[in-house]
């Protein structure tokens, strides 16, 4: 049983478009990340919730929306896709100190 | 933003050998976490130090946490083909915030 799945695991979309990769956490976890990893491998936040609420938001462009149903999910939402926006995005979770990673969405932007 | 320097940015090395990598920050870190990331997957928890001087041992991987507490090495020993990846030294800014995270160590072990 995966502890924090994401879907899809691959996404290819043409620039402009609108999309959603979903992250769900089966740790019990109150706080949830999304990270993007460049083409260089380097690993960065994007967002972080606790409990639904946005604690920390990495100066992300705008077009980046997370959404947090509850407490065990945390779904991206990308509006106008950039080819700068080709990344793999991991959602990770923790409960404290280390983080547990999604497996990453790999977002080609054409 | 605060940077963990890590270093060797890459190593290539023969089976059977040992391995070092270590990483150094400019502040406290009151965690210092390794993780290892193979293709295609995320990255995995490796080995997580809590106190200063700490040295933890997770099968052939030992890692330490410095004195300083601005530093952190981990060594494998005796390396296999299944040790290649990537090893990023991580550790949060306080409490429980996100992580910050090395560039990366990239390993690969030739038979």
């Known amino acids: 049983d995966t502890a924090v799945s994401q879907t899809p695991k691959y996404l290819v979309t043409q620039m402009g478009n609108d999309k959603s990769i979903k992250c769900e956490q089966n740790?019990?976890?109150?706080?949830m990340y999304w990270y993007k990893q460049d083409s260089k491998k380097f690993l960065k936040i994007m967002f972080s919730?606790?409990?639904?609420?946005?604690?920390i938001n990495e100066t992300v462009p705008n077009r980046f929306s997370p959404k947090s149903p509850d407490k065990a999910h945390l779904n991206l939402h990308i509006n106008s896709l950039e080819l700068g926006d080709s990344a793999v995005y991991f959602c990770?979770?923790?409960?404290?100190?280390?983080?547990?990673f999604g497996s990453g969405t790999r977002l080609t932007v054409v | 933003g605060q940077q963990l320097n890590q270093s060797p940015q890459s190593m290539f090395i023969q089976e059977g050998e040992d391995v070092s990598m270590n990483c150094t920050s400019s502040?406290?870190?009151?965690?210092w976490l390794w993780y290892k990331q193979e293709p295609g997957e995320g990255p995995v928890l490796l080995i997580a130090?809590?106190?200063?001087?700490e040295l933890t041992s997770n099968g052939r991987l030992t890692a330490q946490f410095g004195i300083t507490r601005k530093d952190s090495f981990l060594n494998i020993s005796a390396s296999i083909p299944s040790d290649v990846g990537i090893y990023f030294c991580a550790g949060p800014l306080s409490g429980n915030t996100p992580l910050v995270f090395g560039k990366g160590t990239r390993l690969s072990v030739i038979a």
């Open positions: 502040s406290i870190f009151n965690t």
């Open positions: 130090l809590y106190k200063a001087g």
């Open positions: 919730y606790n409990n639904k609420e946005l604690i």
């Open positions: 740790l019990g976890h109150d706080t």
């Open positions: 990770a979770s923790s409960s404290q100190g280390g983080n547990t």
